[in-house]
């Protein structure tokens, strides 16, 4: 933390445009205290004014954070990060993992719990939480919903939501036993929690490594088809039907799947979704590589799965867009494309890559023979896929992701829509590089990132 900004000092974010659930208006904001105690036009800071910097500032009474030219939004939230402690430190940490976070806005992440051992137990998911306490962000913690995330016998949920867990999910796997998942979802409405799914079929996934389609027939790889997604999510919105309980569905990626939760949606049923970046920017045509990074699960899909998944983001039907921030040690990944271990890293360009793609996306041939261009989907839908609509499902609104506005918490993201940079996949705060947009040019940047009330990143500079 840079001397003498946040906590009981007062800072003023001067000069920006505030974007929020509430609209657009171009104001400054002022905090002290972790909390904002002004929001209007050119508010003066009392006593000897000083400008923040990452190497410093000096004075008594107000900083002053340069935020001309800029959007100020409440900060980001992630529903789907993989921190890997307790198990693979050697691809992340909370700690590195929360400061890429904070380096991609974000104020808040919430941990799956596929680690090893999993976060399974009350005691497994509290230290996690102590081991946030200190991060660059708010760490919340996913809570598995079976015991090993074996998919046989339902984890001790009530411990775990007592501890504040909000979600449960076996991510990296889907829970085959409908009767297991019917349970899961009882349990949770009873307890005010949600479900979280990651969609596959195990046995129609099995063996395939990229999508099942035109590529995947070209490279001679096995392919994991849409419909092993698909199958699970009509079986779980039938399940969501007969217990009520809530269910977010996990990284969608199928044209099929986004058609029936917004199906779902229209009937009333209690269900959000999910999508990555990478399944909105990245068709399954970069396997042609043979490169490991384009290992995901679920795959890269078909140009008309992206053009279908990007159009359920501007229309709503997509709730969030989620990392998936899944780094790996480079022995998982600089391996056969067979062999690699799927997974991509996120956190640091999502908001930069959803801003060049959706909001300011241009006319180019590649584009237009992919399929994938549309008209620019408004920056208030992108901004709120990322802040205050996770924050809603994770349950951490309004201390993360509510409207700026006097008596709220300074959890603010400020981000330059105008700065062009490149992907560097070897620059990052994260432990792993398996980067799948190194090299390319993106518009937009985030300037810096103020987690209750103090700054962490300044002028794209971490300060802790």
Request: charged share 20%.
């Amino acid at each position: 933390m840079t001397e003498g900004i946040g906590g009981s000092r007062r800072l003023v974010l001067r000069g920006g445009t505030v974007v929020d659930a509430t609209g657009e208006r171009r104001v400054d904001v002022a905090i002290a205290g972790g909390r904002v105690v002004e929001v209007a036009p050119d508010i003066a800071s009392p006593g000897p004014q000083r400008k923040a910097s990452a190497g410093g500032a000096s004075g008594d009474d107000a900083a002053v954070l340069d935020c001309s030219g800029c959007i100020v939004c409440p900060g980001l939230v992630d529903l789907h990060t993989h921190l890997r402690e307790p198990g693979d430190e050697d691809a992340e940490t909370v700690a590195s993992g929360a400061r890429a976070a904070a380096l991609g806005g974000y104020t808040a992440v919430v941990a799956m719990p596929n680690t090893n051992p999993p976060l399974d137990t009350a005691e497994a998911v509290s230290r996690v939480l102590e081991l946030g306490r200190d991060a660059a962000c708010d760490v919340a913690v996913a809570g598995a919903i079976t015991q090993g995330r074996a998919g046989e016998r339902l984890a001790p949920m009530a411990e775990m939501a007592a501890l504040g867990v909000r979600i449960f999910t076996d991510d990296g796997n889907g829970v085959q036993d409908a009767g297991v998942m019917r349970r899961a979802l009882e349990y949770a409405r009873d307890l005010g929690v949600v479900v979280a799914q990651h969609c596959e079929e195990a046995a129609l996934a099995r063996g395939g490594h990229m999508h099942e389609g035109g590529w995947s027939s070209r490279l001679g790889i096995p392919g994991v088809p849409a419909e092993a997604e698909e199958l699970m999510v009509a079986r779980d919105l039938a399940l969501v039907r007969l217990t009520g309980a809530r269910m977010h569905f996990l990284h969608l990626s199928t044209a099929g799947s986004v058609a029936l939760v917004r199906a779902a949606r229209e009937e009333g049923l209690p269900v959000t979704a999910e999508a990555t970046p990478h399944h909105l920017v990245l068709t399954d045509a970069r396997v042609v590589s043979f490169d490991p990074v384009f290992k995901v699960n679920p795959p890269l899909r078909s140009a008309a799965d992206v053009a279908a998944v990007r159009r359920a983001v501007a229309d709503g039907t997509i709730d969030a867009i989620a990392t998936d921030h899944a780094p790996h040690a480079p022995q998982r990944k600089d391996v056969p494309f067979d062999e690699a271990a799927p997974g991509m890293t996120g956190l640091e360009t999502a908001l930069a890559l959803a801003w060049t793609e959706l909001v300011t996306p241009e006319k180019t041939p590649e584009k237009t023979q992919a399929g994938r261009l549309q008209a620019a989907v408004p920056a208030a839908t992108i901004l709120g896929a990322l802040s205050w609509r996770p924050a809603q499902i994770a349950g951490l609104a309004p201390e993360h992701g509510g409207p700026i506005a006097e008596g709220a918490a300074a959890n603010l993201c400020v981000f330059d829509p105008t700065e062009e940079w490149t992907v560097d996949a070897a620059v990052t705060a994260s432990r792993s590089r398996n980067n799948p947009y190194a090299g390319m040019r993106l518009r937009g940047r985030v300037r810096h990132t103020v987690r209750r009330g103090e700054p962490v990143v300044i002028g794209g500079e971490l300060l802790r």
